[in-house]
């Protein structure tokens, strides 16, 4: 529990001084953009295609379970659209993500920290937290164009799947994205998404920044970094969902 603690106390330091002692523009804009490029960008397909399908198994499932010839089909898109909205483009791909995303940034840290090209930068007098962990925030802060994307993808995935599969008409799947439309929902869904790209980019940065060892220990750590992010980003779903919603 003590040593918890400390891990707790040490990532808020991290989190304070990668805001001090900042690097020239010039520099820092090149490794912003660097970022944006691997983090974003080269995230691109696996969002697309994870969020299609996801939609489209939603829509399967939803209109499979509804088999009381009472309940109209729109719902179908009802369905399809909450969840994806609420749920799961938001957290489900950030799920993804801190596999994809966390376990890269913690291993690239790693083995900056590993080879001792973290100490050159100390020595050199750059600050090392914020020459390689604030580009990545900055990056991760386009984090929430990703999962709009996502939303789209996945409700029109729900409705090639529902549509296609003979599940339900194109029009009453419109039906139900339109129906009982909550706007609030989409503005808790980014504030969630914000959230999550802080954490995508803040907890596999301690983890890659604060190893020890050798190249084994990198490999520990990206995968102890993919375990805490993904349980830190449940705990803020539970927390912004009780807070944004109740």
């Not at 109209?72 to 609420?86: D, W």
Request: aromatic share 14%; glycine share 10%; proline share 3%.
């Amino acid at each position: 529990m003590i040593k918890m603690f400390t891990h707790i106390g040490r990532y808020f330091l991290m989190i304070k001084d990668v805001f001090t002692r900042p690097t020239k523009w010039k520099v820092m804009n090149t490794l912003i953009m660097k970022e944006i490029d691997d983090l974003i960008i080269g995230s691109l397909g696996i969002v697309c295609f994870i969020s299609f399908f996801v939609g489209g198994v939603v829509a399967i499932q939803t209109s499979l379970n509804l088999t009381n010839p009472l309940i109209p089909k729109y719902l179908i898109g009802f369905a399809t659209r909450q969840s994806v909205i609420l749920e799961f483009a938001p957290t489900f791909v950030s799920i993804i993500m801190a596999g994809k995303v966390g376990s890269y940034i913690t291993s690239s840290i790693g083995t900056m920290r590993v080879t001792e090209q973290i100490d050159a930068l100390e020595v050199m007098g750059i600050n090392s937290l914020n020459y390689l962990v604030f580009p990545k925030i900055v990056a991760l802060l386009l984090y929430p164009f990703l999962i709009g994307l996502g939303m789209f993808l996945g409700i029109l995935g729900g409705w090639v799947a529902g549509v296609y599969g003979g599940f339900v008409s194109g029009t009453e799947y419109i039906q139900g994205i339109q129906g009982d439309f909550i706007p609030f929902h989409v503005v808790y869904a980014f504030i969630k998404t914000i959230v999550f790209g802080l954490l995508l980019a803040t907890i596999p940065s301690y983890h890659g920044y604060f190893m020890k060892g050798g190249a084994l220990e990198v490999g520990k750590a990206a995968t102890t970094s993919f375990v805490w992010t993904s349980v830190a980003i449940i705990m803020m779903n539970y927390v912004l969902t009780q807070l944004l919603l109740s």
